[in-house]
């Protein structure tokens, strides 16, 4: 049995993961320095967040542009998006107004990929027979 995985739908869970994480891991983890656990403000901790999601992200807009639509759009707004994730860590003090584009960016990308990839729905000419109604 072969499992297929939804490269798109973990690249926007990585992503909202990555949202969600910037956007609470203050408010609810605010305690660790205390523990001597220092994950808030880890350079190294956000800069491997930054780079997993740009990894996974990237599989997947190139499965859905390599298999199915072969638009670069997609790719486009992604990068941009990490892009203003970088630029977020390097600029500290204008976090939120690379944070909330960043998001909004990569989101939109894969769900630009996920539309893409579903009005291709692996249709060839000879394949499809769009005038049968499914029941």
């Not at 204008?94 to 989101?107: E, G, K, N, W």
Request: hydrophobic letters at 50%.
């Amino acid at each position: 049995m072969r499992v297929k995985i939804n490269w798109d739908a973990l690249g926007i869970t990585a992503s909202l993961a990555c949202a969600i994480h910037c956007a609470l891991l203050p408010l609810f983890l605010t305690s660790l320095p205390v523990l001597g656990v220092e994950i808030i403000n880890n350079a190294f901790f956000e800069y491997f967040m930054i780079f997993l999601a740009f990894g996974v992200g990237a599989w997947a807009l190139y499965h859905g542009w390599k298999k199915h639509h072969h638009q670069k759009m997609p790719l486009i707004l992604f990068s941009i998006g990490m892009a203003c994730l970088l630029l977020k860590e390097i600029w500290h003090d204008q976090h939120i107004f690379f944070l909330v584009p960043a998001v909004s960016l990569i989101v939109a990308g894969h769900y630009y990929n996920y539309r893409l990839c579903r009005k291709a729905n692996h249709c060839h000419a000879n394949d499809c027979n769009h005038d049968k109604l499914v029941a």
